[in-house]
Each structure stands twice: as C-alpha cells, then as structure tokens.
C-alpha cells in the first residue's frame, strides 16, 4: 500500500528559508525575525521515529464535528511522516483563526486544550512544538507570496498591508516561543 510521499522535518526544513525570504521582501523587521527563527528550527529539528499515514495540511477547517467524534476531510496532499506534523499543523491553524476572529479565540483554546488533552502521552511535544513553529512561520508568510506571485490578479482592501504585516509579527512571535519549548529538554 502505497501511503503517500514522505512528510517531515527534514522536507519541511527546506521550505523554511523560502517562507523566510518573502517575509524579508515583504518588510526588514519580519525578515530579520524570520531569520532568527529558521536558525532556531534548524538547531532544534526532531528527531523523526517512524512514520505513520498524515493528512499533511491538517488545517482547522479540515476538521468536521460530527456530533459524538470528529471527521476529517480534504486528504488531497497526505503522506507518511510523523504524527507531530498534524497537531503542529491544526494547533498553528487555530492560532491563526483566534487572531483573525477574535470572537472565536474561546473555541480555539478548547479545540488546543481537547487536542492536547487527548493526545497525552502519545506525542512528543516538543516535536509538535517544533511543527507548530514552522507552520506559523509558513502562515505568516502566506499574505506576502500571495502578493508577489507573478500574474495573479488578488483582490485586496486598501489597508490589507499594513494588517498583514501586523498579523505576521503576532504569528512569528507565537512561532518564536514555539521554537525555543521545542529546544528545551525535558
């Protein structure tokens, strides 16, 4: 059975100087941050123990309440990787959610505490850390690549820039503590 391309730090590390150059055309301060935290994931990357079937974009609206458990779609971009890359993935996606719609930051939070609660004990939590960090940082950079790409025609409000960059500094700081408890020993 063929479970999908590998998924994981090491693939993942590689994009990381890339999210880190739009932030850096998109403004110094984002690009001078961004920078620092690509030299801390790369100084902090998991180890990678065996690989499981992952969605690989395991965003928060993939997640279906379905009553009595929680059904999950779009698996268009799965993979084998390690379990760590989902959570950091969907806790990263509701971080973002909380600050673009402040009235959902309550949901948020319990949709984190249920998610760690139930995975007690089964992940590494420096590991989703680690994951949490580096998607915050792909998150933070996404409104920039939008942007810039050549021949899209993006519709925007005319203040979009200045919310954007503000919103990318809250995620790469959020991303910033990431990396730093995804170093600590335990």
Do not use: M
Not at 114 to 119: H, K, N, V
Not at 141 to 166: H, M, N, V, Y
Not at 170 to 185: I, K, P, Q, T
């Amino acid at each position: 059975v063929h479970l999908g391309p590998p998924c994981g730090a090491a693939l993942t590390l590689e994009r990381v100087n890339f999210w880190s150059a739009v932030l850096a055309g998109a403004d110094a301060g984002l690009g001078a941050a961004a920078a620092a935290l690509a030299r801390t994931l790369a100084s902090t990357r998991p180890d990678e123990n065996g690989a499981r079937l992952v969605h690989g974009t395991l965003y928060d609206r993939h997640i279906l309440d379905t009553g009595d458990d929680a059904g999950v779609i779009d698996w268009q971009r799965f993979g084998q990787g390690p379990s760590e890359l989902d959570a950091g993935t969907f806790l990263a996606t509701i971080s973002r959610t909380a600050l673009r719609h402040e009235h959902l930051a309550g949901e948020a939070a319990r949709a984190e505490q249920a998610l760690l609660a139930g995975t007690g004990g089964l992940l590494d939590e420096r590991a989703v850390s680690w994951y949490r960090a580096v998607t915050l940082l792909r998150l933070a950079s996404k409104p920039f690549k939008a942007a810039t790409a050549e021949g899209q025609r993006i519709r925007r409000k005319p203040d979009w820039r200045a919310l954007a960059l503000a919103r990318s500094r809250v995620l790469l700081d959020e991303a910033a503590r990431h990396a730093e408890a995804a170093g600590r020993r335990h």
